[in-house]
C-alpha cells in the first residue's frame, strides 16, 4: 500500500528566500508524481507533473525533481513571495489506479 | 475548455437526510476521482471511476455512501442518512484517457450536518 510522506509540516520563511519542499512514498512503482497548491478554501491546483521516465520538471519559479528509487521527490521555489503562501501537496499516482497524497506542507512567505 | 465543474459549492443538511454532490469533468475526460478533506486534514481517497464502472471503491465507507459515472450526465457521490462526521470538503478530480494521469481538481463541495 503506497504511503506518502510530507517534510517540513509547516514552514515559515521571508520573503526572497529559495525554499524546498519534500515529498517521500514507500512504492518506488509509480507512474507519475504530481504537486499541488491548496489556498485555504479553495481546491487544488495543478503546479507540475513529472512522469515516471522523467527527472525533473520547471515552470517559472518551481522545479519538482523526482528520485524513484530512492522514493523521494523535491518542489524547489526560487525567490519566494507572499503569494506563495498557501498549502503545498505531493500526490504519487500509478496509472489506472488511485493518487495518494501527503498531508502537505503549509507554506507563510512573510514580506 | 471549462475546468471540473463541482454543485453544489456548499451544502447543509440534517442529521438522517441525504446528500448528492455533483461532478462534471473537464471535457474529454472519462477518469473521475473523489477525495475527501477533513477539516485540518489530508485529502483521502475515496473512489476512482470510469464511464459506467466502478474502477476502484477501496476507500468508500461500506455503508450509506455510493458513487456512480453514468454514461450521460456527471459523476455523483451520494451520502445517505448523513451523520455530523460526515461533514467536509468534498473534492472531484478529472484525467484525461490517456497515459499522462495528470489529475484536475474542481472547487470542491462543502457540506455541513447540522
Known amino acids: 500500500k503506497q504511503e506518502v510522506t510530507q517534510i517540513p509540516a509547516a514552514l515559515s520563511v521571508p ?24 489556498d485555504p478554501g479553495k481546491g487544488l491546483t495543478s503546479l507540475l507533473l513529472i512522469q515516471s521516465s ?11 525533481s523526482l528520485d524513484k528509487s530512492s522514493g523521494r521527490s523535491t518542489l524547489y521555489i526560487a525567490a519566494s513571495q507572499p503569494g ?15 493518487f495518494v497524497f501527503g498531508p502537505g506542507t503549509r507554506l507563510s512567505v512573510l514580506p | 475548455n471549462a475546468g471540473v465543474m463541482q454543485n453544489p459549492r456548499h451544502l447543509v443538511r440534517r442529521r438522517g437526510q441525504e446528500a448528492r454532490l455533483r461532478c462534471s469533468p473537464m471535457k474529454g475526460h472519462s477518469h473521475v476521482y473523489w477525495y475527501r478533506q477533513l477539516p485540518e486534514e489530508g485529502l483521502k481517497f475515496m473512489v476512482y471511476l470510469q464511464k459506467e464502472n466502478i474502477i476502484d471503491e477501496s476507500g468508500m465507507p461500506k455503508e450509506r455512501f455510493s458513487a456512480e459515472f453514468p454514461k450521460e450526465g ?15 470538503a468534498y473534492f472531484c478530480a478529472s484525467s484525461p484517457l490517456g497515459d499522462t494521469g495528470e489529475l484536475f481538481f474542481g472547487e470542491g463541495s462543502r457540506l455541513t450536518v447540522l
Request: charged share 15%; net charge negative; proline share 2%.
Open chain 1, 15 to 38: 520573503e526572497g528566500e529559495n525554499l524546498v519542499l519534500n515529498c517521500s512514498f514507500t512504492d518506488s512503482a509509480i507512474y507519475n508524481l504530481q504537486w499541488f497548491r491548496q
Open chain 1, 54 to 64: 522523467q527527472r525533473e520538471q520547471t515552470s517559472g519559479r518551481l522545479n519538482a
Open chain 1, 84 to 98: 506563495d503562501s498557501a498549502t503545498y501537496l505531493c500526490a504519487a499516482g500509478g496509472y489506472g489506479q488511485n
Open chain 2, 74 to 88: 456527471p459523476s455523483i457521490l451520494r451520502i445517505q442518512q448523513v451523520v455530523r462526521g460526515d461533514s467536509a
